[in-house]
């Protein structure tokens, strides 16, 4: 079973690269999805980190609040997206 973390406050340079470096010394990490305006393809300084259970509640703990990139991470388990209106 695998959890999706939440991964906040990130510098802007970030790469995948970078972030799954940090995430592996916890556990395997699935995958790792930055997120990008849709309109400027710009980083929008957040992203998702997908890991093996143990080991997301080992990252959780030990990079929230961490410096990355001169950044304090936040860091936690990623809830389910509300539903929004459809214009």
């Known amino acids: 079973m695998s959890k999706n973390i939440y991964v906040g406050n990130l510098p802007w340079s970030a790469t995948e690269e970078e972030v799954r470096a940090s995430f592996e010394a ?15 393809g710009r980083p929008r300084g957040f992203g998702f980190v997908e890991m093996d259970d143990n080991g997301a509640i080992d990252a959780i703990e030990a990079l929230d609040g961490k410096d990355f990139g001169g950044r304090n991470l936040k860091v936690n388990e990623a809830r389910p997206r509300e539903a929004r209106p459809r214009w």
């Open 26 to 40: 916890y556990g395997e990490v699935v995958s790792v999805k930055l997120i990008e305006d849709r309109e400027t």
